[in-house]
């Protein structure tokens, strides 16, 4: 079996280096959100087949070449990875756009070429790292290793399949595990690719496997699996918390990238010519459907109307439509039950009594995009920061500005939520700058920007937002395990 590029495509599991179909044969199909055409069925895998997977990772990491190959060979083949990523990023690109929603214009432009420097950021990290020597005088010798720790499951969501899958694929592979990956199941048409890139990048049979399936049933069965050391997540942390449980009666390590709910504070003297079209793409890029999204909005009162005049001009300037389509600036919403999910909140912010300020609608489309999850950009006022439209992950095109009058009461309303993922403040003045910066408690902090990435910085949250960081040397710490050598010398 392999990835047929049909109308329908049929993608198998991809385990110990070939597509394979389900043991049981048994299917689910996948939907394009734009649309409601069915574009794809995917092999469900059955507990045999994660147990298969789990074992042919498990052999590739104990018997195969892969832990023990040189650092320059391992390197080689997983730049050349990187390579085939950049040369197929249309294709990628399409795929998202096909079963994401996502549109393509902005993904083959930044978020394919960000996927392959994921893989060639960490082949580059590892060949440059050393460790450490710790003399003790003349009659010991100290010095360190950093292993592989085995075979690492890699659970990713929907919003952001391909980079996300790779973010955590470049250090795992980089540092010499091997990995069994669970894509999310509305989602898995570019991930499917990996198999086949690791394949021509010549990566050794069983070092990449990939199952399909629901969280519940496969995405279970591969984070207790007996074989798998560490889990590495990103998802909602409803989901985090079932697998730390799950993992606890095997000891899996785990590192967690979960939901935001991110203030984006903007005070009287920020540039607003910058503020405003930055606020807007941490408001509404892929619909919303971001975990760094700027969700709630702190505006200070004495500019209060001027931002939402502009803000929400901006916002009614977006182009929402088909995300195949050149300049489209917002594609539909994932899925039927994400966005029966997301217009719940309208009710809830009416009972609330947060005001309207434009959207709360699906918008008005073409024919062939009747059937498609679309909405409005949709904008609320509430000084409530205790409400529910304040408080919980909406993860769809609805923010709420919340005014303020100091800057300890945007401090005290920036805190005021379980999550802790990022924060964003816009201010010309420096020290308020540090000082908002310092007191919100979250993992990153964008001062007069948004979503700026530095692949050496660690990323990762604060309270329900995350369990560990990745990046740089924090990927490189989780992936492997230190070793000390103690050598007598006399
Ligand atoms: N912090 C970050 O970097 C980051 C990035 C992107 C998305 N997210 C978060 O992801 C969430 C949206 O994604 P989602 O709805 O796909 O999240 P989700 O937790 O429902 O699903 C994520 C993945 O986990 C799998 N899964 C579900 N239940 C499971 C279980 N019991 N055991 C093992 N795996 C299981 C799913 O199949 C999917 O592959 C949001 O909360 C968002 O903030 C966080
Ligand atoms: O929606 C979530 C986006 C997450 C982004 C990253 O994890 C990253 O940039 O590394």
Redesign the pocket.
């Known amino acids: 079996m392999s990835n047929v590029k049909t109308d329908i495509r049929e993608i198998g599991l991809y385990i110990n280096g070939k597509y394979v179909p389900a043991h049981d044969e048994g299917t689910f199909d996948v939907t394009n959100p734009a649309t409601q055409e069915h574009i794809a069925r995917v092999s469900e895998a059955t507990e045999e087949d994660v147990d298969y997977a789990c074992q042919a990772a498990r052999e590739a990491f104990e018997n195969g070449p892969w832990r023990t190959m040189s650092v320059q060979e391992r390197t080689e083949k997983l730049r050349k990875m990187a390579d085939i990523i950049i040369e197929r990023k249309e294709e990628i690109a399409r795929y998202d756009a096909m079963d994401v929603g996502k549109p393509y214009e902005s993904t083959v432009a930044h978020e394919i070429g960000r996927a392959a420097n994921n893989i060639r950021f960490f082949a580059d990290f590892v060949e440059k790292q050393g460790g450490e020597t710790y003399p003790m005088g003349e009659e010991y010798l100290n010095y360190t290793r950093y292993e592989p720790v085995g075979v690492a499951t890699i ?6 399949p391909f980079m ?1 899958t790779t973010w955590k694929l470049g250090p795992c592979l980089a540092a010499g595990n091997t990995a069994v990956i ?4 509305n989602t898995p048409l570019s991930v499917s690719l990996l198999g086949e890139i690791a394949k021509e990048a010549g990566i050794p049979d069983g070092v990449v496997n990939i199952v399909q399936g ?3 049933t496969v ?2 069965a591969v ?1 207790t699996h007996p074989e798998v050391d560490l889990v590495s ?7 985090g918390k ?2 730390l449980k ?1 993992g606890a009666d095997t000891l899996k390590k785990v590192s967690f ?4 709910k991110a203030a984006n504070i903007i005070f009287e003297d920020a540039d607003l010519d910058k503020a405003v079209p930055s606020s807007i793409r941490a408001a509404f890029m892929n619909s919303g459907q971001v ?1 760094l999204a700027g969700s709630r909005i702190l505006v200070q009162r004495s500019i209060f109307d001027k931002f939402l005049e502009k803000f929400k001009n901006a916002a009614m300037d977006l182009k929402v439509g088909d995300p195949q389509e050149k300049g489209t600036d917002m594609g539909p919403l994932v899925s039927k039950e994400h966005y029966n999910k997301v217009t719940s909140y309208f009710d809830i912010a009416e009972e609330e009594g947060a005001t309207l300020i434009c959207g709360g609608k699906r918008p008005d489309l073409p024919d062939h995009l009747a059937n498609g999850y679309y909405l409005e950009p949709t904008l609320y006022i509430h000084d409530d920061s205790k409400s529910r439209i304040c408080q919980e ?1 909406i ?1 769809g095109p609805v923010v709420t500005l919340i005014p303020f009058d100091t800057e300890e009461e945007a401090l005290q309303i920036a805190n005021d939520t379980d999550y802790g ?1 990022n924060g964003v403040v816009w201010t010309e003045n420096l020290q308020r700058a540090h000082r908002i910066s310092h007191n919100v408690r979250a993992g990153t902090i964008w001062v007069n920007c948004w979503f700026v990435r530095d692949l050496r910085a660690p990323f990762g ?1 604060f309270k329900k ?2 369990i560990g960081r990745e990046g740089g040397e924090h990927s490189m710490e989780f992936f492997t395990e230190a070793k000390n050598i103690c050598i007598a010398l006399q």
């Open positions: 659970i990713t969501p929907w919003n952001v996300l669970k894509p999310a199941e629901q969280g519940s995405g279970t984070t997540f990103t998802g909602s942390t409803a989901t079932k697998i799950g990238e979960l939901g935001g975990c992950e993860f993922l949250g937002s995350g």
